[in-house]
């Protein structure tokens, strides 16, 4: 298993690699429909997208978390 002290990157890789996947296929579906080689459009937009995903994730989370807390009330 992997340490703990690495959960930020635990967490952006499965983040990054799930909603690359939903989004990539969305968005190609939406641009070419279910056209014969969706598949491989779709696999070659995730992959690009993943790559693009994954250390955004790394740099914007910490800006998200803060900016989660400003907006949640106090217990």
Not at 51 to 63: E, M
Request: proline share 3%; charged share 10%; with cysteine.
């Amino acid at each position: 298993m992997i340490d703990r002290k690495y959960q930020r990157f635990v967490f952006a890789f499965f983040m990054s690699l799930l909603m690359s996947c939903i989004m990539s296929f969305v968005i190609s579906v939406f641009n070419m429909g279910f056209v014969s080689n969706i598949f491989h459009i779709w696999l070659k937009a995730w992959a690009f997208a993943f790559s693009v995903a994954f250390p955004t994730i790394i740099v914007v989370a910490p800006l998200v978390q803060k900016l989660v807390g400003f907006v949640l009330k106090d217990e």
